[in-house]
Antibody
Framework: EVQLVQSGAEVKKPGESLRISCKAS????????IAWVRQVPGKGLEWMGT????????TYSQSFQGQVTISVDKAVTTAYLQWSNLGASDSGIYYC??????????????????WGQGTTVTVSS | DIQMTQFPASLSASVGDRVSISCRAS??????LNWYHQKPGKAPKLLIR???SLHTGVPSRFSGSGSGTEFTLTINGLQPEDSGTYFC??????????FGQGTKLEIK
């Protein structure tokens, strides 16, 4: 079964660092882009960025460029999203998801077909 | 970034009804448009890609149309499990593949 399993909920203080994970299984991990999407409860979905495990290439939306780091460890088929200096505005639910067609470029007529269950991040003093 | 605007923001319909949800892009995106359905507390699920191609396993009562800047998701014969929020997403303009703000569908 193709699945993405994310790490558990986190409660952090402002200024702390954090790394959450997205473990992939059931498919050829190196061939499919992984995307990260944020959702603030009651709000919509925000595109954060992507990583292509084949060569670890990352892309970021302007809103998240410099605010987070996306990475991947092919040896354990896991993608990561990390922060070095959390703020209250980073609170939300973070989803990883797989582009439905293999390849290194996200742009195209394909969507996100497999999603993780989401990781809730709460940043509060 | 390309802005995606959905309307209505919410709607209520009965089982068996036909409903349509619209999505407008701030600039042309050809047919690079996906639709997702999200239930409360769950991750979104892909319904339609490329504006009109049904994703594997999605019931045929769902259909999509449009190109350029105007798109529509239609559900023919609404079922109770279709409640939730629907999002459109453009995959035309990298690196930010923006989503619409969502349309909340309630089943009466």
């Amino acid at each position: 079964e193709v699945q993405l399993v994310q790490s558990g909920a986190e409660v952090k203080k402002p200024g702390e660092s954090l790394r959450i994970s997205c473990k992939a299984s059931g498919y050829l991990f190196n061939s499919y882009i992984i995307a990260w999407v944020r959702q603030v409860p009651g709000k919509g979905l925000e595109w954060m960025g992507t990583v292509f495990p084949g060569d670890s290439t990352t892309t970021y939306s302007q809103s998240f460029q410099g605010q987070v780091t996306i990475s991947v460890d092919k040896a354990v088929t896991t993608a990561y999203l990390q922060w070095s200096n959390l703020g209250a505005s980073d609170s939300g639910i973070y989803y990883c998801a797989r582009r439905s067609l293999p390849g290194s470029t996200f742009r195209g007529r394909y969507g996100l077909d497999v999603w993780g269950q989401g990781t809730t991040v709460t940043v509060s003093s | 970034d390309i802005q995606m605007t959905q309307f209505p923001a919410s709607l209520s319909a009965s089982v068996g009804d036909r409903v349509s949800i619209s999505c407008r892009a701030s600039q042309t995106i050809s047919s690079y448009l996906n639709w997702y359905h999200q239930k409360p507390g769950k991750a979104p699920k892909l319904l339609i890609r490329a504006a009109s191609s049904l994703h594997t396993g999605v019931p045929s009562r769902f259909s999509g149309s449009g190109s350029g800047t105007e798109f529509t998701l239609t559900i023919n014969g609404l079922q109770p499990e279709d409640s939730g929020t629907y999002f459109c997403q453009q995959t035309y303009s990298d690196p930010s593949y923006t989503f619409g703000q969502g349309t909340k569908l309630e089943i009466k």
